[in-house]
Nanobody
């Protein structure tokens, strides 16, 4: 199973961005998909996790109400929609697959390579 994250870039404070996570080698529906982020000099931080097959989505307090996740089964792709972005959201963002949802990186077996999000004016 391989994951490929993309869609990062430079965005102004208050703006929006959509990240993609393409899953290959297995069906997206089989896994819970988590997103993590890591800012320079900081530990990897859990952002959210979406359970497989229409289950619950869990959010970190820092992003609840601003970030959402969606899935396109036909494209085997998960999307992280980020709104009202702030400079503190600047980080490398990683998608990962696990069974079931978890907020601990060690519980995720498969990881994407990361995509950089920079929020700055």
């Amino acid at each position: 199973v391989q994951l490929q994250a993309s869609g990062g870039g430079l965005v102004q404070p208050g703006g929006s961005l959509r990240l993609s996570c393409v899953v290959s080698g297995s069906s997206l529906d089989y896994y819970a998909i988590g997103w993590f982020r890591q800012a320079p000099g900081k530990e990897r931080e859990w952002v959210l996790c979406d359970s497989s097959r229409g289950g619950t989505t869990y959010y970190a307090d820092a992003v609840e109400g601003r970030f959402t996740i969606s899935r396109d089964g036909a494209k085997n792709t998960a999307y992280l929609e980020m709104h009202v972005l702030q400079p503190e959201d600047t980080a490398m963002y990683y998608c990962a697959a696990a069974i079931p949802c978890s907020k601990w990186p060690s519980d995720y077996k498969y990881w994407g390579q990361g995509t950089l999000v920079t929020v700055s004016s």
